[in-house]
């Protein structure tokens, strides 16, 4: 890619969640626009995920184990980075405790809203709120340092414009879902929208373009097909994102493409939040 407003070179991006389903996806969206990355994430094989990256596509990208809960843990993280990289330019807010509810393993058990505990609450709402509220603050406030642009992107969900429709979680025979989405998903997804309303107007004169993403649900392979069938049912397109379906936004979000874009949230969710 050469000489386009899409093209990220000489530009550095931190990705929060980097070692997850869809921050893979975003890490090789900006490589493979010219990008550079560092992939941030609290599980270790992060690093490993980075090596290999690096020698798949020949990107410059470096691995880091960050827990986004700790500000003290960003701020060498974001040390780190400028060290090796440069100066960052934009930073993915996309890390999050993410219940999967469709796979087979699904551990929301115990997620009712009148069974919630303080602690759960307070432990999603950490990871998927505060942490983004942390790295803004701290990669943020450097990037509006320099007043020489930049981007954030907030990776919500389309239950950051909808409801869960917890009917689709009830298992046969259950009169009440013993699994239901967690509360905490839709306060956290809603929240991170406010965060890039505020933020957008706060930094604009810094030359910080804040928008949010908001992604629907994404296939894996461990999903149920009887979930699958409940799910699209509930979609225009009449199926689940693929994972590499947002690649085209995040260059989109990242680059000059979207120049005059701030403040907003781009819900790419097969139409599910028209109906
Ligand atoms: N997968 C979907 O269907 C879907 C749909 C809509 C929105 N989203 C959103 O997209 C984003 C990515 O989702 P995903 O499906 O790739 O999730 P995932 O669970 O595959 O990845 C999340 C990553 O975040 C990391 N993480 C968790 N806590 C952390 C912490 N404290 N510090 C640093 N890293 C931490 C995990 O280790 C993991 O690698 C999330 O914000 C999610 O809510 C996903």
Redesign the pocket.
Known sequence: MKNTIFDLKNRVFVV??A?????LNHVEAILEANGQVAL????PKVIKITEELSKRTGGTCMGLV????KEMEIISGLQAVEKKLGPVYGLIN?????A?MGEKKVKTTSARFEEFSLGQWENDLS?NLT?AFLMSKVIGSKIAKRKNGGVIIN?A??LSVIAPDQRIYKKPGEKENTVVKPVTYSVAKHGLIGLTKYLSTYWADKGIRVNALS????YNKDIDPKFVKKLINLIPMARMAMQDEYKGAIVFLCSDASSYMTGNNLVIDGGRSIW
């Open positions: 929060t969640g070692a997850g389903l869809l921050g941030f994430d609290i599980d960050v827990d986004i809960t996309n890390a999050a405790y993410n999967k990871v942490g990776i969900s389309d992604p629907g649900g994404v």
